[in-house]
């Protein structure tokens, strides 16, 4: 409820509850009310309220130790009256106070109750009252104690005095963002608008002349300091005052020309970054010792600005230890809302593998001469257990089979899988000195249309999605396309017969591609179902469409978000799929329910890309707010956040045993992390545009990354988690030591004509193949 709609209820409310007794206390509530419904609360009041106990793993300290610094002039009687009830000449300032301000917004029958209720003669607010524009000195004259001059300075931040003339802005008609405004009046003007700038200069050039390991920590602060003191000048018709600059790390450069044009408090209104910035604490790490140096300078100069600023906007996770190197802090900082809390990443996530299914492999003919039918299980069992898909022994990290429902395999099922351990027996090991083959799809005539790719596990089919709103899936075997017969074919359709499932094809309608229509806006995203009896796509048009691979229609139409969907991804387990859009919230699906199974929100800004774990029970997130989170499939909740990218993130690839996971994004870098620990444990730079695809090979040995720079670029990714040291993992400070090893971990550098790479996909024998619509 809005300022605005407070005052209007405000006569309804009291008169209808009717208290049987209306005393102070009451009074205090009203009061509070008021303030807290148009965001002024006394800074003094509202850092006791927002108080958190400081412990030493970290956690906001700086909450706590508000009130060790003095008060400034404006607020420190109210320091000693927001804590006392007792004195009579605060009781009746405090009356006073919640009389006019009801009177001001004609609550006449709410004034008359409580004046009744609390024995005051009738012209109580003619001889003592005071008006908004003189509250202040009102009360100075009426009232010789602290106290009385207190309730008036609090009663002039309601209802808005010469001191703070931006009360909480009343809801226009039509509005559709009620709580906009309440975010927004949060910025009332606490202070001398023309010393904004010499506060800021001064902490800078007092960050500046400190010991080089805590400028690094303390030169954190620049940004979000900068931003809110903006955005509060702004809000306040100080446009001229908003001018004063500040020297920002170059991956903030975005969102500063974004702040830049922000140059009126109308322009405030409805914008996402700015309620993106206000909604949610900017989260700094600092060691203690330099939290511990800020604060004795901002004790010392007694600057309450930038104070009750890092009080109200900023999480500071203090932890015990050195201070952080330049390098390291550049390496985790460019996000949206800062780094993740170091209580964000300590959730148990069980990233095992799950037990697979005990299916019988049948031999070969050839196999069969080869050797007798005791050997080959033997030679085949360390393959297995070397790529991670069989293991007799249950891992301690992988989920039970239970945790969530998955669905059962069906004869199709065990067949594919029989083939799959079948290729995987003829898989090539690759190594540093044996890299892959490499395969590139080109789509000519594309026109730069091509906006998703994707294959089948298989890699017997591959679809395109396209700008023009079509789904397009090709055979890339010499096998056609074929869609099954009519139903009146069907029943003539020997259906005992050992080839039914060939019987059923209409060979009529072969051809190596189709076409599929159905969405209205450009296709964003498509993904294969594990058994290649699906296809999804997700578009503009805010809508997933599941598609059938043996009819080529369109089965279901999946409506849940309102805007652009911009990825989507099946599960590895089949029938469940995730997506994310614009919209901010990923959605966990199932193929025979309509609606969501679960909502992931958290994000600030769009979710531009999906990936499922390979046990299916966790989903990773990647988004243009520069972080990537990872949600359990069971909860529903965060139990990840990574960051460290510069830029919107769009590739995600989890590693074949699900320890690590791998992102790519417009700032050409490819982070690798440490799903356990939640820690980043490799940067691998090379690229110069915007990497689209990441891809693990099958055994986890390589990591190839396609972009649009026109290059495949390999991996050693074996390499980048043993140069780790592992001491590093069990430190309490949150990060790890990288070394700036990426030409070392570089394999391969491969060059296509004039191609972005947008999709990658390792054959179960490990062929690369690679996809991108050419560029002339």
């Not at 700086?62 to 004195?87: F, Q, V, Y």
């Not at 809000?235 to 001018?243: D, F, K, P, S, T």
């Not at 699906?534 to 997933?544: M, V």
């Amino acid at each position: 409820m809005t300022l605005h709609e407070y005052h209007q209820s405000g006569d309804r409310i009291l008169h209808g509850w009717r208290f049987p007794v209306l005393n102070l206390a009451h009074a205090h509530f009203i009061f509070k009310m008021a303030a807290v419904q148009g965001g002024l609360v006394d800074a003094v009041e509202e850092k006791d309220i927002k108080t958190e106990p400081s412990n030493d793993s970290g956690g906001n300290n700086n909450a706590g130790e508000a009130r060790l610094l003095s008060p400034s002039p404006g607020s420190s009687a109210s320091a000693g009256s927001a804590k006392s009830t007792t004195g009579a000449p605060e009781d009746q300032s405090t009356l006073l106070a919640v009389l006019q301000f009801l009177k001001k917004n004609k609550l006449t029958e709410s004034v008359d109750i409580l004046r009744r209720e609390a024995g005051l003669p009738e012209d109580v607010l003619d001889s003592k009252g005071t008006d908004s524009s003189g509250a202040g000195s009102g009360a100075a004259a009426d009232s010789a104690d602290a106290a009385g001059g207190d309730a008036s300075s609090l009663l002039s931040r309601v209802t808005g005095s010469s001191s703070a003339p931006a009360p909480a802005p009343t809801k226009a008609p039509g509005e559709d963002q009620p709580d906009v405004n309440v975010v927004l009046s949060a910025y009332s003007q606490q202070g001398d608008p023309a010393l904004y700038g010499v506060y800021y200069n001064g902490l800078k050039r007092f960050i500046e002349s400190v010991l080089d390991c805590h400028r690094a920590e303390l030169s954190q602060l620049f940004y979000p300091l900068f931003v809110h003191m903006y955005l509060e000048l702004v809000y306040n018709n100080h446009e001229n005052e908003a001018r004063f600059s500040g020297d920002q790390e170059c991956y903030y450069a975005d969102d500063l020309r974004v702040l830049s044009s922000l140059t009126k408090k109308e322009h405030m209104r409805g914008n996402e970054t700015l309620l993106d910035f206000r909604t949610s604490k900017f989260v700094l790490r600092i060691s203690r010792d330099s939290y511990q140096l800020l604060k004795r300078h901002l004790q010392e100069r007694q600057n309450n600005q930038i104070w009750n600023i890092i009080q109200e906007h900023l999480y500071i996770d203090i932890f015990d230890g050195m201070p952080r190197s330049k390098s390291q802090i550049d390496a985790m900082s460019g996000s949206l809302a800062g780094e993740a809390k170091r209580e964000a990443n300590k959730a148990k996530v069980y990233y095992g593998l799950l037990k697979e299914p005990e299916i019988e492999l049948p031999l070969d003919d050839e196999d069969e001469e080869a050797e007798n039918e005791e050997g080959k299980p033997k030679k085949k069992k360390p393959k297995k257990d070397s790529m991670g898909s069989k293991s007799k022994k249950q891992d301690p990290n992988a989920p039970s089979q239970t945790r969530i429902p998955l669905p059962e395999l069906k004869d199709s099922d065990k067949l594919d899988k029989i083939m799959y351990m079948k290729e995987a027996t003829k898989r090539i090991r690759l190594a540093p000195d044996n890299l892959p083959s490499i395969c590139f799809y080109s789509f000519l005539n594309a026109y730069q249309g091509l906006t998703a790719v994707d294959f089948t596990d298989d890699s017997s089919l591959i679809a395109g999605g396209f700008a023009d709103s079509t789904v397009r899936v090709w055979s890339v075997t010499p096998k056609k396309l074929r869609k099954v017969k009519s139903a009146a074919d069907l029943n003539l359709i020997d259906k005992e017969s050992d080839d039914v499932l060939e019987r059923i094809m209409d060979e009529k309608t072969a051809s190596e591609s189709k076409i599929l229509y159905g969405h209205s806006g450009p296709v964003y995203g498509i993904s294969f179902s594990p058994d290649r009896n699906y296809l999804l796509s997700s578009s503009e048009d805010g809508t997933i469409r599941l598609w059938s691979l043996q009819t080529f229609t369109c089965l279901v139409g999946y409506k849940g978000h309102n805007y652009p969907v911009w990825d989507t991804q099946f599960s590895p387990h089949g029938y469940y799929f995730i997506s994310g859009g614009h919209d901010r919230v990923a959605r966990l699906w199932a193929t025979d329910h309509y609606q969501p199974l679960r909502m992931f929100s958290g994000h600030l800004a769009d979710i531009t890309c999906t990936r499922f774990h390979p046990n299916s029970n966790y989903v990773a997130t990647g988004s243009s707010d520069r972080t990537i989170r990872l949600w359990d499939v069971l909860s529903g909740n965060c139990v990840r956040i990574f960051t460290g990218h510069k830029g919107p993130i769009h590739a995600l690839a989890f590693s074949p045993n699900g320890k690590y996971l791998a992102s790519g994004a417009t700032d050409g870098r490819v982070l690798l992390w440490d799903i356990g620990h939640g820690l980043m444990i490799g940067e691998l730079k090379g690229h110069t545009d915007t990497i689209y695809s990441l891809k693990f090979s099958r055994d986890g040995e390589i990591l190839a990354s396609g972009s649009m720079d026109y290059t495949v670029r390999l991996w050693n990714a074996m390499k980048a988690y043993d140069d780790l040291e592992t001491d590093d993992f069990t430190a309490t400070t949150g990060h790890v030591h990288l070394q700036d090893n990426s030409q070392e971990l570089l394999l391969g550098t491969y060059m296509t004509k004039s191609t972005p790479v947008i999709h990658l996909h390792f054959t179960r024998r490990n062929l690369l193949l690679a996809a991108g619509a050419y560029n002339p």
